[in-house]
Every structure is written in C-alpha cells, then in structure tokens.
C-alpha cells in the first residue's frame, strides 16, 4: 500500500488558471507538508500542517492556501498560476511535529504555460 | 537563517571507487543532520540521520562540528548507488518540525 500519495502526478495548465493537489497518507501520522523543488532541484518548504493546523508558512505567496480537511489529507490550491510556479511540489508526513523522519510522496510535476 | 550547501551537482565514479558527497552546513544551533536518497523514478525516502550513527547500505556520515560538515562516504561504490542525495539540516521551530535541503548532488557510478 503507498503511504504518501499525491494526485495528479502531472499537471499541464495555462498561466492565470487555478489548480489543486491532492494528498493523502496512510501512516497514522499527524504532521503533513509541502515542498517545492524548482528546476535547480532546489527543495524548500512551503507549508506543515498538525492535526489540521498550520504550523509552518514559509513565505510563500498567498496564491497558495493549503487545506487539511482531517490529519490523513493535505490539499494544495494554487490561485491564478505563474509560470514560475512551475516545479515539482513533493507532499510528505511525519509521526509527529517533532519527529525527525519525513515520508515524501512521489510528486506532482506542475508545468504553467 | 541556516543554509545547506552541497557543492557538487555531480559526481561521477567508477564502480568499486570510493565516494564522498560533501555537504556543509550554517546553523547558529544545534545541528541535526540527514541523508535523503531519491532513487531513479522512486520516491525521496531517509538514508541516514547522524544522531544514529549508522551504516546504510554501506553509507556512514559523521558530523564534524568545527569544519560544519556532514560528508557522505562509502568506501566502495556500487551501481545501485546512483542516485540523487540531498544532506538536510533539521530545525525545531516552535511551529514544528522543518528540514531544510541542500541541492542535491547527481551520484553515477559507472562500470
């Protein structure tokens, strides 16, 4: 069974448009984020969710509104794309806020024309 | 504000040569340290963490406070090696849990 999921693995959409990504994780865990990695490969945190909490926002345009409609989902909802928006947004969870290990999902890969 | 840095974006060795994936670190705290691994269309996943002091998959990074580092060796490197590896440095927030990556270096090894 995978434990991190995301939906869709691709996504090809017009600049201006407005789009979700889907996450879901199986592992019981209560911690979930998101990630941004440009085309440098550059890995940065966007946002971390507790027990449906935000806890971490890292600067990241307020085109971006995270969801977490229960612990086991965290939704990403992009508003009137860029195309520097364009990346790879790896979704992952951990057991808890403090715990160290991380589970990535297996990535959407957003490219804005 | 902390920063990974992992200066090669490739690194390029023959199978049975050792391997040394550099990464330093600035962190004005108390530094925790990983290894992430992302295998040829498979998912990042944890390598090693230097609190453990483990050997994964003939792995070993040691983390060297006076020179900030965390270099990544294997003293004899294997084709299944090749991969992508990230070194991130983890910080306790009051928010949370937030790992900050490097780069990422490109691992091949050639036969």
């Known amino acids: 069974d995978t434990a991190v999921s995301q939906t869709p693995k691709y996504l090809v959409t017009q600049m201006g448009n407005d789009k979700s990504i889907k996450c879901e994780q199986n592992l019981g865990h209560d911690t979930m984020y998101w990630y941004k990695q440009d085309s440098k490969k550059f890995l940065k945190i966007m946002f971390s969710?507790?027990?449906?909490?935000?806890?971490i926002n890292e600067t990241v345009p307020n085109r971006f509104s995270p969801k977490s409609p229960d612990k086991a989902h965290l939704n990403l909802h992009i508003n009137s794309l860029e195309l520097g928006d364009s990346a790879v947004y790896f979704c992952?969870?951990?057991?808890?806020?403090?715990?160290?290990?991380?589970?990535f999902g297996p990535g959407t890969r957003l490219t804005v024309l | 504000a902390q920063r990974v840095t992992q200066p090669e974006k490739l690194l390029s060795v023959f199978k049975g040569a050792p391997v040394e994936l550099k990464c330093n670190y600035s962190?004005?705290?108390?530094?925790?340290l990983f290894w992430y691994v992302q295998y040829s269309r498979q998912r990042l996943q944890l390598l090693l963490r230097?609190?453990s002091r483990e050997s994964i998959k003939g792995f070993t990074a040691d983390l060297n406070k006076g020179e900030t580092s965390f270099h990544l060796k294997k003293p004899f490197a294997q084709e299944e090696d090749s991969a992508m590896y990230y070194c991130a440095l983890r910080i306790l927030t009051g928010g949370g849990n937030k790992l900050t990556f490097g780069t990422g270096t490109q691992l091949k090894v050639e036969l």
């Open positions: 969710y507790n027990n449906k909490e935000l806890i």
């Open positions: 962190y004005s705290g108390s530094p925790e």
């Open positions: 992952a969870s951990s057991e808890g806020r403090d715990t160290d290990t991380q589970y």
């Open positions: 230097h609190i």
